[in-house]
């Protein structure tokens, strides 16, 4: 049991730097400020009582849909709060706002008849953003700290877990996603011309978004590609939770995963890129920036 | 991190992972938990039956009423979605016709208010298609068959 504990204190608490963390909020927050700033959710206040199908959270907590106005003000504070979480002003404060404010805002659409599944897994990356410090490094918060105590911040475990929680809330959802399509069809998912009928209907658009391309048709006319690719989507699907312990596994799966989303905004449609900047968690951002100095150092050198 | 801050976070982790795999293990979705099921059933028939939302216009010609901005706040997988659970309820068609009826208002309060620059309806029609795909995609707004579902027009919308 001792063993266990232990392994289990050292994949959550190891210190680490606050960097990957930090860099992972900034970037993480800032592609959701940019994905969301043009959305406006006050239309929803606009539609028939006739329409409300209250999702489960929704109707335990008897949450309304607020009047038009209301909403306004909840997306302008909810924008507000991503843009100061992103630079790191008041940042528990910020992802908290984000949090509770998301929560409303980003389940209302789905209380109208269809739960999309390309920003649930949001509320939770809130959630643990919001228990968690990665205001404290990369942030105007940081700078203030600074202007007052000049000592580095030391590595903690403060700065690994949420990291690791947010690769569990991913693999939750692709392993989720993978076990659905075997329990709804089993391997009939694969071993049939599924796949090829879904790419080829995408082209009709019946879906909630126009394919980029119309590749997908020249996909489907590849004798036995759209089953290798639906193959390969529920492997790594299924297979996703590996890369939460093996780096070998991670450097596959992630962007394999990564790549079938976009794969599935190009071919089919449908947008998932709320989720996939979720991703940026992936990003080891201390080796990244020490190759861009060692890149740049290698630059100067030359000149 | 102390002790309890450790139980804090592993409660938490437990209760992401617990959450999802219950839905994972039951199919049923707890938003924000949810067993993913997107394109989980799979598709075996090359001529499937699709619902179509079609607007009339004072013409009488019809305009496909696919772009969102036509269909906002919706788009038309989460309206499909909507007006196919709206059906099968006991009362069903009567409220599927009050949906469609909200629809062509709002179409009608967008389109006055600049939100779109779609043409003037008369009416809004749910049809059922049956469309033969193939792999050139050439069938495209051309179904093998179509059944009129439903009709609202402009007149319900101000009963």
Redesign the interface.
């Known amino acids: 049991m001792a063993g266990v504990v232990a392994r289990w204190d050292a994949y959550w608490f190891t210190p680490t730097a606050p960097t990957n963390l930090a860099i992972g909020r900034m970037v993480f927050f800032g592609l959701l400020f940019y994905l969301y700033l043009p959305y406006d959710f006050s239309g929803w206040a606009e539609v028939d009582a006739v329409f409300w199908l209250p999702t489960w959270s929704f109707a335990v907590l008897r949450l309304p849909v607020l009047e038009a106005g209301t909403l306004r003000v909840l997306q302008t504070i909810w924008k507000v709060a991503l843009a100061c979480a992103c630079i790191g002003l008041a940042t528990r404060a910020s992802i908290t706002t984000v949090f509770v404010v998301g929560f409303y805002l980003l389940g209302l659409p789905h209380c109208f008849g269809k739960v999309h599944h390309y920003d649930s897994m949001l509320i939770f990356v809130f959630a643990i953003l919001a228990l968690a410090r990665p205001g404290d490094a990369y942030s105007v918060d940081r700078l203030l700290a600074q202007w007052r105590n000049p000592r580095p911040v030391a590595p903690s475990g403060a700065y690994t877990w949420p990291v690791r929680a947010i690769w569990v809330v991913l693999a939750c959802v692709f392993f989720g996603a993978g076990v659905s399509k075997l329990r709804a069809s089993g391997l009939a998912w694969v071993a049939s011309d599924n796949l090829a009928i879904v790419l080829v209907q995408a082209q009709y658009f019946f879906g909630n978004a126009v394919p980029l391309t119309t590749a997908g048709l020249t996909l489907v006319a590849m004798p036995m590609a759209s089953r290798i690719l639906a193959a390969a989507t529920v492997a790594g699907e299924v297979g996703y939770p590996l890369a939460l312990v093996s780096r070998q596994a991670r450097v596959v799966l992630v962007p394999g995963m990564l790549l079938m989303q976009l794969g599935i905004r190009v071919l089919l449609g449908p947008t998932f890129f709320p989720m996939m900047s979720c991703n940026v968690f992936w990003v080891p951002w201390d080796r990244v920036l020490a190759a861009l100095g060692r890149s740049s150092r290698r630059i100067d050198g030359l000149c | 991190?102390a002790v309890w801050?450790?139980w804090?976070?592993?409660a938490?982790?437990a209760t992401?992972?617990g959450g999802?795999?219950v839905?994972?293990a039951s199919?049923l979705?707890?938003?924000?938990?949810?067993?993913?099921?997107?394109?989980?059933?799979?598709?075996?028939?090359?001529a499937?039956v699709?619902?179509?939302i079609v607007g009339i216009r004072r013409d009488g010609g019809e305009l496909a009423l696919?772009e969102?901005e036509l269909l906002?706040?919706?788009?038309?997988?989460?309206?499909?979605?909507?007006?196919a659970?709206?059906g099968m309820r006991p009362d069903g068609m009567a409220?599927v016709r009050?949906?469609l009826?909200?629809c062509l208002a709002?179409y009608e309060?967008g389109r006055r208010h600049g939100a779109h620059d779609g043409p003037l309806l008369r009416a809004l029609r749910l049809y059922h298609g049956r469309?033969v795909?193939?792999?050139?995609?050439s069938t495209?707004g051309r179904p093998a068959a179509r059944t009129l579902v439903l009709e609202v027009t402009d007149a319900d919308t101000r009963s």
């Open positions: 991190m801050q450790r804090v976070v592993s938490l982790i992401i992972v999802h795999l839905d994972i199919g979705e707890h938003w924000p938990f949810s067993p993913y099921p997107m394109y989980s059933r799979a598709q075996r028939d090359w499937p699709m619902a179509e696919k969102p906002a706040p919706f788009d038309q997988a989460r309206l499909l979605g909507a007006l659970q709206l409220l009050k949906a009826v909200d709002r309060r469309y795909l193939d792999i050139a995609a495209v």
